[in-house]
């Protein structure tokens, strides 16, 4: 047989790598690298039409703390100006009442299995959040951010107590035991206008 | 043999460009993984604002958009400079906000309803005004999860 009768000749490849190209500069502009992260909420529901009264549920006063923001980006909490970096602390020491402070929010018994049975929570109390029109929005997710943190600090550090773990590295069932001895209770209430005309 | 020799002395080698195809593949497929269609063009400027405590919204089929903020430049002419939602491919007011929602979740599955979360994309530079009539529309609209999309950073300067 003779050498190279049979033999058919290669495709040229040496384009390839252009066509490569052209589709990955095509997915790069036509795509978004897009983290899609957020400080996840849960909006009350709307008021019921006919009930139009103001029968709010009666919350006591030790167990509100009053977070207010107004149109200067001013923080207010429980009555005081503070930065926003004060915050949690603040937030910290509302929700978790260490010694039972007659004007922290008051605890209940509740039956929580995986933490070993009953155990005193400070299960009533709320962190409300009020803003103006005027406020800032970035300000705004400052403060959302400030009290999430005071919250995920407080189970960090009762999932380290329990368990000898950080939150994260749970098992779902322990994270819900401790999410029900840390319910994240922060009411965005209706707006009000502070400070004035707009 | 001794042709190579004669001209090694002069020229370098061409490189060996045969696996070059398969690089640029690998790279390709990397962009198609992580990256996600773009599905609506921005007409508003959108700077996230920073947050240290976010979380990674779950399902995306189940997730709709709504975008605030500032007209682009060259739309700036035409909307103003106010603050503007943007709905789909348009600017829309707060009273379609309702409607929207309720098509949206026409959409989903019967399952997939109770879940349908609402991200929103608000520039950092917002008032909250226009913010609040929109949590009030969500409220109306029974869309309570929601999700303040934020960029996340170690610490917030």
Redesign the interface.
Known sequence: MAKGKREVPEIN??S??D???L??IF??I?????????????????PEKDAKIDNEIEVKQRNVLQVLLNKNDQLMCDGEMIQVNELRKKAKEFIENKNDDPDMPEKVAKDIPVLGGTVMVTGNHVISLQ????????E???V??EL??AY?ELRNELANRQFGKDYAELTEEQQEGIRDYYPQRIS?AE?KNYGGK? | MGKFNKTGKKGIPALN??S??DL??T??FF??I?????EVTLKVEFRA?????????EK?NL?TFIYVGKPTMDLRKKMGSESRIQLNDAFADVSEIQDYITQERASLSEADQPHM?V??K????????I??DI??A???A???????????VDK?E
């Open positions: 490849s040496s390839t790598a066509i490569a190209f589709l990955l997915f790069l036509t795509t978004s690298m897009d983290t899609d992260k957020g400080l996840a909420r849960r909006l009350p529901p709307p803003n103006d029109r005027g406020t800032s929005y970035s705004y997710i400052k959302q951010n999430v943190a995920n965005e707006p707009k | 460009t045969s070059l195809p640029i593949f790279l390709l962009f198609m992580v990256t996600t269609m773009r604002p920073q947050a240290t405590e976010v979380e990674k919204l995306k997730v979360t991200s929103l608000i520039d950092k530079e917002t008032q909250m005004g913010v609040t949590k009030q969500l409220r109306q029974y869309a309570l999860k929601i999700s303040y999309s934020a960029a996340q917030i």
